[in-house]
């Protein structure tokens, strides 16, 4: 180590004090500062709130010549100037909101050695009057600034950062400084390919942000269950909803509204200075929310984001770990929620089959799709999951997520998934999920009449669990791999290898029980009494769950619908046909005509 690094170190850690007003370092940043100091390149992975500016404003501050650091967003790069400002530094940015006089004034700043920090777009960088520029400055380093962008597989892909390589043949005696917040170890791979950093050491201080508590459900009205959440919780925080599209945007901002939310919407479709205004109300005001797609959000500083929730199904892990990031930037407790859909699914792969990228890609995007599914349906720690994924490791379940807070049942779900994988068989493998669950509940519908599949056996057969049940059983089943989407075929649903080995009773399936808001499960506790064979204990508990429906949906007791006698009967008789019904104790002739095709429907499924 040269003699001067410890001397310039504690430069640094003086304008850590000074400057920045901190009295020590956190996670790897003095080992990076260091690192730069020397003259060495580095990548940084450090989570969001852990201070990756510090990485390289400190060592620009320190070192002679200018720090460029190259940012995707307008908006972070003048929050960041203005806050350095704020506390005396010598910070500009270049970018497409200045006049040309502003422009000038900055470039005469940079000839005259009056700038320690430049922000810039990696677009204006890569202008060849800007590189003949920067061959004229005296250069303190190159900072990267959210490096995953480099990452043709990642999901904020910028083709500009490929370019960013001409700065190791260009500038190869400036150090470089890679950082980020999300990426795998293929898209660590590639952003030290892509940027030529072979030779840079990697600092990983982690992925885990103990203070943000993950839940995730699938039950419910998505908008429902989002009020649910923020009344409970965040009746007057500011946090950030996304939705998957610019309608759904809109239409839940304006329903917060109503709600009495400060609500704001935010998406590329919007006009630029709609954009610029909702972002400043949100970065200033209280208690604002910002409903918006996944053009917000990158860089945000806000650092009392209380809450990100996610209406709809990010499209990886990546993602998911991305826009979650945002939420407690602070240290103090967060909360990460979303609520999801088969039908997000459905969407993300057709968005993804109809794209233009490559096969290959197109690959990697169904993996990473697969691996959020993954993560959603779990029955176990999601952030030991969810580090994991990241190559970290939590020896022991958080305590802080949805699973270890309020553990899931799981039960055996195998002869359903038999009846759904069937179902989908039987169907020729040509209908999406909507259709496979109205076969599966019996629904009296033209298209299933007209393609005779009422006259299947699997029609109707799960009648008892309800739409909601199935839809469920549908989702966990495409998580686990037995089904799949076929984007090109109308988003049908096939069958995978998986499915042969359940379908022939090879292999149970277990599946995660519905909360007692949604559809009761086959699986009830109550035991059978006696007098029920145990072949007909299934069917009792069918028999008894389609009893407690249709009692709910007319606010009766049960027994006022069939006393327990009653289904004992149907239970071990099993008739088929209606007038076989009055040899059924407890069923008169109302009764029959009311509830008996609804109750043989039930037993069919069994026969």
């Not at 640094?12 to 500062?33: D, K, M, P, T, W």
Request: net charge neutral.
């Amino acid at each position: 180590m040269s003699e001067a690094i410890p001397i310039k170190m504690r430069q640094a850690e003086q304008v850590l004090g000074h400057v920045f007003g901190y009295s020590q370092f956190r996670f790897n940043q003095s080992e990076i500062i260091e690192s730069l100091l020397s003259g060495d390149d580095a990548l940084v992975l450090m989570p969001t709130g852990g201070g990756k500016s510090l990485c390289y404003q400190i060592p620009a501050l320190v070192m002679d010549g200018v720090g460029v650091v190259i940012s995707p967003l307008i908006a972070l790069m003048q929050d960041q100037v203005s806050a350095l400002r704020q506390l005396g530094v010598r910070a500009a940015f270049l970018n497409s909101t200045q006049s040309t006089n502003e422009q000038d004034k900055v470039r005469a700043d940079l000839i005259a050695g009056q700038l320690d920090l430049l922000y810039i777009s990696p677009e204006r960088l890569m202008m060849p009057q800007m590189l003949d520029l920067f061959d004229q400055l005296s250069l303190a380093l190159f900072a990267i600034d959210e490096a995953h962008c480099v990452s043709q597989w990642g999901h904020d892909f910028r083709k500009e950062y490929k370019q960013l390589s001409v700065l190791a043949q260009r500038f190869a005696n400036t150090p470089r400084l890679a950082l980020t917040a999300t990426a795998d170890a293929r898209t660590r791979e590639e952003i030290v390919g892509e940027l030529g950093l072979t030779q840079a050491r990697h600092f990983i201080s982690g992925f885990d942000r103990p203070n943000i508590r993950y839940a995730i459900t699938d039950e419910g009205n998505g908008r429902d269950e989002l009020w649910q959440f923020l009344r409970a919780n965040h009746p007057q925080d500011a946090g950030i909803v996304y939705c998957l599209s610019r309608k759904k945007v809109e239409e839940t901002a304006a329903w917060l509204a109503t709600k009495g939310r400060t609500a704001l919407a935010y998406h590329a479709g919007l006009d630029a200075s709609i954009r610029a205004d909702h972002q400043a109300r949100f970065l200033r005001e209280e208690g604002v929310i910002m409903v918006a797609t996944i053009a917000f959000g990158m860089g945000v500083d806000k650092p009392d984001v209380r809450f990100v929730t996610h209406l709809n199904l990010p499209k990886s892990v990546e993602s998911y770990y991305q826009e979650t990031g945002r939420a407690g930037r602070d240290g103090t407790p967060a909360n990460a929620w979303m609520h999801y859909s088969l039908r997000d699914v459905v969407l993300q792969r057709q968005w993804l089959e109809q794209s233009d990228a490559g096969e290959m890609q197109k690959q990697v995007q169904r993996q990473k799709l697969e691996h959020l599914l993954d993560l959603c349906e779990m029955v176990t720690c999601r952030r030991q999951a969810l580090l994991g994924y990241f190559g970290d490791q939590l020896d022991e379940p958080c305590g802080n997520c949805d699973n270890c807070l309020h553990p899931p049942q799981t039960w055996d779900a195998t002869l359903e998934a038999q009846w759904a994988l069937s179902a989908i068989f039987r169907t020729g493998q040509r209908f999406g999920a909507v259709y496979i669950t109205n076969v599966l509940i019996g629904k009296e519908d033209e298209r299933i009449t007209a393609n005779n599949h009422d006259q299947l056996k699997v029609f109707g057969l799960g009648e008892n669990l309800g739409a909601v049940a199935w839809r469920s059983i549908l989702r966990q089943l495409v998580a686990q791999g037995l089904i799949m989407i076929d984007a090109e075929r109308y988003n049908a649903l096939c069958l995978t290898e998986k499915a042969r080995p359940v379908l022939r009773s090879e292999q149970t399936v277990h599946l995660r029980k519905l909360t007692k808001k949604s559809a009761k499960t086959r699986k009830a506790k109550t035991k059978p009494p006696e007098g029920i064979a145990p072949q007909d204990e299934e069917l009792w508990v069918a028999l008894k769950a389609k009893r407690t429906e249709l009692a709910k949906a007319q606010g009766l007791p049960p027994y006022v619908i069939f006393h327990d006698t009653t289904l004992r009967q149907l239970a071990t008789q099993k008739p088929s046909r209606l007038e076989q019904l009055d040899e059924i104790s407890g069923i008169g002739e109302k009764k029959r005509e009311r509830y008996g095709a609804v109750f043989l429907e039930v037993i069919a499924g069994f026969s």
